[in-house]
Structure formats: structure tokens, C-alpha cells
């Protein structure tokens, strides 16, 4: 009988009502002074929104409040759900304002305090570090992490197939980050189209494909890319060079599954590529 290591059992996980308690305290104690007035915003409702005005990621929206009615009638803000029983928080509800809450700091932060600063900065900064600590944990113990990617944080689910780190290629980096994004977990379109940027990556090293990893592989992929419904049309039986039906009759969810399967079969061709492309240095071994 196999041991298994304790060390792989998930954190247990939060209270979703107490966390937000928690995260609610902490920004309440985080103050900021705003340059233009030289007020100090001493509410953290009023705060998170100060930051919120002028970070790019609020698309025009002057508050938290107006941006979460948008994405969804239902979702209120962090302090709100303080007010409302655990089971009666959505996930996607306390995801979305946990994703807020981090790019507005992340953003303040590498803007060089260019319209406003820390009252009392050791302070705060001591809070901040606080309140993202907790939030990892809650993310951890809900299966998610969150991740650096083009100029905000993501929260992307914990179990990515791949190490993106050793990633050079920062567009590819980006676009896998988005890809495991918990808001496209059952976004076709957006998996699709993620899928097709790789593909056009891949596509042009065929030839190093078959070569380094063999022609089974090769043609692997080029089946993937052509028959799942990417590059061509599958699912509608007036193109009938590409119809296929088996891929026509398939469901949302098992699209979504197929798409989650090989999206990590090419990146995993991607990175073996990049593993072995100076394989032959000096004649390769003998």
C-alpha cells in the first residue's frame, strides 16, 4: 500500500463570509490621500474606488459598483457581501471582487504614486501584504492562484499543466494566463481564440514538429488544428471538404474539455520544441 504525502491535501477552506469580514477590515485600515486634493480618503469603499478611477482595467467606469452591475445584476461589492450569508455568496461573485481588489493595489503601486500616496505608508503597506496574503490563501484552498501577466494580476485556476515561467515569449506567456483565466473556463470563443494564435505559432515550425518529435506528433496536431473546429469550419454541414460530424455533435461542456485537452498538448509541443532546438550543438552527441 502506497503512502500518500499530507503535503498534497488542499487548505481547508474559508469561510467565504468571514474572509470577506476580513478583507472589508483590512481595506478600511489602508488610507490614501489623494495629491490633487490633499484629502485623506479614510473609507475603504471610498478608497478602493480612488484607486479604481485610474486604473486602466475600469474601461470608463467611475466605480467598482457600476463595473460589477454590468458583468452581473446580482454580484455587489466586497463590503455588501459582508453583510449576506455564506451560502448565499456565489464564487464568480467573490472571484470577480478579490480580482478587482488586487489590480487596483497592483496598479497604484507601479504607477509610482502618480496621483496618490499611503497615509501613514508603513502601515499600510504592512495591510496591504496582510490582505494579499489571505487572498492567496483563499485562493489556494478554492483551487486557484493568481498570476502576473500583461501589466494586471489574473487568477487562473491551480492546476495548469505547464510551468510558464521558463516562457520567453511573453505574448504566448499572456495568452496562456488568459486561457486558464476562471472567467474563460467555459468561454468557447475565447479558448478558440487563444488556440488559433498557438496553432499560427506552431504552424509555422511543422517541419521542426515532425523532425524533433516525429511525424505522429506532427500529425496529431494538424489534426487537432483542422478537425475540432479551429481553423475550419466543422459544424455545419454546408462546408461539406471540412464537415465533421462527430465534432458537430459534440456539447458545449465536451468542446470546452476538448479545447482544455489540447491546448495543453500544443504548449507542451511549444516548450519540447524550445527544449531540444539546440539539441545538436557541436554535431550532437555520437
Keep these: 500500500m502506497s503512502y500518500t504525502t499530507i503535503f498534497k491535501v488542499k487548505p ?72 449576506q450569508a455564506d451560502e448565499d455568496i456565489w464564487d464568480n461573485e467573490l472571484l470577480s471582487n478579490i480580482e478587482i481588489i488586487v489590480n487596483c493595489f497592483y496598479s497604484f503601486e507601479n504607477n509610482e504614486y502618480g496621483y496618490g500616496y499611503y497615509y501613514k505608508k508603513e502601515k499600510a503597506l504592512k495591510n496591504i501584504e496582510l490582505l494579499f496574503n489571505a487572498i492567496r490563501a483563499f485562493l489556494l484552498s478554492n483551487g486557484y492562484k493568481l498570476v502576473e ?43 478558440k481564440k487563444i488556440m488559433l494564435i498557438l496553432i499560427g505559432k506552431l504552424e509555422s515550425r511543422k517541419n521542426d514538429i515532425e523532425k524533433l518529435l516525429g511525424s505522429k506528433i506532427a500529425d496529431m496536431f494538424s489534426n487537432y488544428a483542422n478537425n475540432l473546429n479551429l481553423r475550419h469550419n466543422n459544424i455545419s454541414e454546408s462546408y461539406k471538404k471540412y464537415y465533421n460530424k462527430a465534432v458537430a455533435d459534440l456539447s458545449e461542456e465536451e468542446i470546452v474539455k476538448w479545447y482544455d485537452y489540447v491546448f495543453a498538448f500544443m504548449i507542451n509541443i511549444y516548450l519540447s520544441l524550445d527544449k531540444v532546438k539546440n539539441i545538436n550543438v557541436n554535431g550532437g552527441f555520437k
Design 149 to 191: 501577466g500583461e501589466n494586471r494580476l489574473s487568477i487562473v485556476e491551480n492546476e495548469i499543466a505547464i510551468d510558464i515561467e521558463d516562457i520567453e515569449d511573453e505574448k504566448i506567456k499572456s495568452e496562456i494566463i488568459s486561457f486558464y483565466d476562471y472567467k474563460n473556463a467555459n468561454d468557447i470563443e475565447e479558448k
Design 12 to 83: 481547508k477552506k474559508e469561510n467565504k463570509n468571514r474572509f470577506c469580514k476580513r478583507i472589508s477590515n483590512l481595506l478600511e485600515d489602508i488610507e490614501v490621500v489623494d495629491i490633487y486634493s490633499e484629502n485623506i480618503i479614510l473609507n475603504g469603499k471610498q478608497m478602493l474606488d480612488f484607486l479604481f478611477r485610474h486604473v486602466a482595467f475600469n474601461i470608463g467606469y467611475t466605480d467598482i459598483d457600476d463595473l460589477l452591475k454590468e458583468a452581473n445584476n446580482n454580484y455587489g461589492n466586497i463590503f455588501a457581501l459582508c453583510r
